[in-house]
């Protein structure tokens, strides 16, 4: 799938700024599929003439005699958008689609080290990012945008070739009576807020993030400095909670509800369990086995009463550390 708007650029004509009309004209009449052409201006961003330009000046009443001996720069546009190499297609169709109404379909120039490299036409351009919309669909979760478990695996396996990497299994707990008591709306916006916050927070580009699905998240990191990143999960999952719950629930620290047993008494509000499979004291040999240990270790994240992170390294964090308080453990 191309992304960038380079990858999509094809050669441009291009002409000297002294070239004249009868000569583009000629160029236009041999390129038949040729929507526009490409005026060099050293030291300056190229200038443009499209072909129906060209033709609609040369309609007017004397306009053939006026232009055809005369430099193609009288009648080029002076400022075409003119865009980087290594842009995103996404970014440079926002771009595009602000122009005003009689540039909107001009063709993009696309420059690569100061140097204009090609162009990309408005058909081009909206195919391209039709196929980034339908490849995003099979590959990114529905309900947060976020990459789902295709591209998970493929950045667990190429985090296996890194020296460094710890992996974050995030998972929500309690979710479930959260679901069922404030409607499947408000489950929805707790999934969706806490995949904005999480996405917050892995920014850097060394760091991944994905959805494996439900109340579970994924993070990837290039180093073992988990503690800090955690405390920040931990504690913006808190300040969440403040615009999810209602006041009554929050002040007593639980919901009243059936678990998982059948049973109804008081249910926890929900608290994060985090996981972290790091190569720092043991190598791994595949994805399935990093989600092997994580699974050993969020049943120990479970067993601790409010939130809590532990690594296979030996790092436990819990909701004590944030002076948050923390209430009686209950089925999950």
Do not use: W
């Amino acid at each position: 799938m191309f992304t960038i708007i380079g990858e999509i650029a094809e050669p441009v004509l291009i002409v000297e700024p002294d070239t004249r009309c009868n000569e583009v004209d000629a160029l236009f009449k041999l390129h038949r599929q040729c929507e526009g052409l490409a005026i060099r201006r050293p030291g300056m961003e190229p200038a443009l003439m499209m072909r129906v330009g060209f033709y609609q000046h040369l309609a007017t009443h004397y306009g053939y005699n006026l232009y055809m001996g005369r430099p193609i720069r009288l009648l080029a546009k002076s400022q075409p958008l003119v865009v980087d190499y290594y842009e995103s297609i996404t970014d440079v169709s926002v771009k595009a689609m602000q122009r005003s109404d009689e540039e909107l379909y001009d063709l993009l120039l696309v420059s690569k080290e100061g140097e204009l490299c090609g162009a990309v036409t408005i058909r081009q351009l909206l195919l391209a990012v039709a196929d980034i919309r339908t490849e995003s669909a099979t590959f990114m979760n529905a309900l947060t945008g976020l990459p789902g478990n295709r591209m998970i695996d493929t950045h667990l396996e190429l985090a296996l070739e890194q020296p460094q990497y710890s992996v974050l299994y995030i998972d929500l707990d309690y979710f479930k009576t959260y679901n069922d008591i404030y409607g499947f709306k408000m489950g929805d916006r707790m999934i969706q807020e806490t995949a904005n916050c999480l996405s917050r927070i892995f920014v850097s580009p060394e760091h991944f993030l994905g959805h494996i699905g439900g109340d579970d998240f994924i993070a990837i990191m290039n180093s073992y400095e988990v503690e800090s990143v955690c405390q920040i999960i931990l504690e913006q999952l808190e300040q969440l909670k403040k615009e999810l719950y209602h006041a009554d629930d929050l002040q007593l620290g639980y919901v009243m509800a059936e678990d998982r047993l059948g049973n109804y008494g008081p249910i926890p509000l929900v608290t994060l369990s985090i996981a972290i499979v790091s190569n720092q004291q043991r190598l791994y040999v595949s994805a399935d086995e990093i989600a092997g240990e994580a699974a050993r270790i969020k049943k120990l994240c479970k067993s601790i009463a409010g939130h809590a992170a532990c690594s296979n390294s030996g790092i436990r964090i819990t909701a004590a550390t944030f002076a948050i308080g923390s209430h009686p453990s209950y089925p999950m």
